[in-house]
């Protein structure tokens, strides 16, 4: 009968490591060029390659979803998927691991003859008009000047501000991140001259589903501390760019 007991024990703990190991984590995602961009292969992002790496250490398949920003937002919090990222907002009432991915300096792309490299004179954009991708959130400085401030609509809206400053229809349009104009898959990145508002980095974030057990949420937190301790993924990021 013990020995009936133990092989049945055994069969317990092999049936429970075999769930741990094929259970599921849904992480959406959001494109953020060149971090993640929707245009090419979810293998071909820097930061999936990253966060697959330390995932897959704890025994997860991982399930990537597509989604626009604020749907992502609300697929997050009903529960739906359990991480989102890049998540580049404040919000008191989302969860998010303890420290940020990495950073963005937002800023404003020019025609490279109209290059304006110092910003924090607000005065020398008034009266320009600058295109703003609608995903993205302008800073203070720039929404009290009186520059006229046009939304660009859609997922390519970089490259469609990057297309308007050169035809003259915009004089600048609104990065959040340079990271998102200057990379060498933007085959259009050289045609533009950026420049930021210093004192305005904000880090950029995973945000984790309130639904999620705490256990799993500490194991996952874990994890990402060490991962990042070990290599951050912003030198993960540089060494990736050195290679292409």
Request: charged fraction near 20%; hydrophobic fraction near 40%.
């Amino acid at each position: 009968m013990i020995k009936c007991r133990n092989i049945g024990f055994a069969a317990l703990l092999l049936f429970l490591s075999f769930s741990s190991f094929s259970e599921t984590i849904k992480v959406g995602l959001i494109d953020y060029p060149p971090h993640i961009s929707f245009n090419e292969r979810n293998s071909d992002s820097p930061l999936l390659q990253y966060i697959s790496k330390f995932l897959m250490s704890l025994g997860f398949q991982i399930e990537f979803v597509k989604l626009p920003k604020f749907r992502g937002a609300l697929e997050l919090k009903s529960g739906n998927i359990d991480l989102l990222l890049p998540f580049d907002e404040s919000h008191s009432d989302v969860k998010m691991l303890s420290f940020p991915i990495f950073y963005s300096v937002p800023g404003l792309c020019f025609k490279k003859e109209n290059f304006i490299p110092i910003l924090s004179a607000i005065h020398r954009i008034n009266g320009l008009i600058i295109g703003v991708p609608v995903n993205s959130t302008p800073i203070l400085p720039l929404k009290a000047s009186n520059a006229k401030l046009v939304m660009l609509q859609g997922e390519r809206a970089i490259n469609r501000g990057i297309d308007l400053t050169q035809r003259g229809r915009l004089d600048a349009f609104y990065h959040p991140n340079p990271r998102k104009v200057y990379h060498r898959k933007n085959k259009m990145y050289k045609e533009v001259a950026c420049s930021y508002f210093n004192g305005y980095s904000k880090g950029v974030f995973i945000a984790v589903s309130p639904s999620m057990p705490l256990n799993k949420l500490n194991l996952i937190e874990q994890a990402y501390q060490e991962s990042m301790t070990e290599l951050s993924y912003e030198y993960y990021f540089a060494i990736e760019q050195q290679k292409d």
